[in-house]
DNA sequence: TGACGACCATCAGAACTCTGATTAGTCTCT
DNA sequence: AGAGACTAATCAGAGTTCTGATGGTCGTCA
């Protein structure tokens, strides 16, 4: 019967133009993803930071008296986002910012003490997570990965679609 | 000076115990992952679906009939936003839910007409997407991919930080 | 100088996503 | 039959994320 599998997998697929979920790649992609943001997620939570919110003082705290859309552009989110994301630091009394002395329509964005000792706590335990990730490659390996993700990524970026 | 280099990087590691970002295999992992998205919710948008709403109708469509709790298994997200997802599916009229006529505490949910409509609309593009991604890929490549990814996932979901 | 373009910040609205909690039906084992 | 475990559905609340729109500031170039 492996001649007929094979007409109906080639039916389903002219016909129905469909590919299964498990057979593509988005679906290893998204489910990897989600797992490190589930593990990243667990490891700044006793910290009583999110994700994103980590992210923005891990930055903050490299380069202090950074403007929101710096940040936003470092941390892969739009301005708008960073602004929730500053929002809620902010009043959790993490960051301050003060208006720029010259550019007066910039805020200078700056990590507090207490912000300062989140993002170390934090940070112990999402490195860790990082570091476990590293040691489970090869040095080798970890450059092919990067290799492959980096031509997923052109692939992507150059899409015709997004144009049509 | 590239004693003074490694001399200086030892130290900011030992002392700080910070990856820089651009370090972090997380931080490709986002990217392509968030570019994915991108070309995908691209791809479905002239359909007027969302990603996570031509997930649903995908697999809604394969199986009639589910309940939501199975769709979520399916869609790697929670029931709660399954709800969410098939509230809003429902006001603009893609899907119909009815009680099942054995075990009542379960709604079978469907694609309408117009749902389906829409799928095929969206799965056109979104599967050329997938299509240009796989074409990008030698089946060698595209295996090292996923075996890679594994990997990570495997890494990811035994860590002991989870744990603790 | 004045217009235009680029950039910063933010509001508004919508969707997705999670954790936590509640309510209720189904199943199993005693 | 009844207790306990499991599952389904959903509400509540918070955070992140996007697109779209608005208003203000800076720099450049005619």
Do not use: W
């Not at 016909?15 to 990243?40: D, P, W």
């Not at 450059?143 to 997004?162: F, G, K, M, Q, Y």
Request: aromatic share 4%; proline share 5%.
């Amino acid at each position: 019967m492996v001649v007929n599998a094979y007409i109906i997998d080639a039916v389903r697929t002219m016909v129905l133009m469909r590919m299964s979920f498990e057979e593509r790649l988005g679906s290893h992609l998204k489910r990897v993803e989600q797992e490190l943001q589930a593990a990243k997620s667990a490891a700044v939570k006793p910290a009583g930071l999110t994700v994103p919110q980590y992210a923005a003082l891990f930055v903050l705290d490299e380069q202090p008296g950074i403007s929101a859309a710096e940040l936003a552009r470092r941390c892969l989110v739009t301005p708008q986002t960073m602004t929730t994301i500053l929002r809620n630091l902010e009043s959790a009394g993490l960051i301050e910012r003060t208006p720029h002395p010259l550019h007066k329509h910039v805020i200078e964005t700056r990590p507090t003490a207490a912000g300062r000792k989140a993002l170390d706590q934090a940070d112990k335990r999402a490195a860790a997570v990082e570091r476990r990730l590293a040691a489970a490659f090869s040095e080798e390996e970890a450059d092919t990965l990067r290799a492959l993700l980096a031509r997923v990524s052109e692939s992507l970026t150059t899409d015709p679609i997004l144009k049509s």
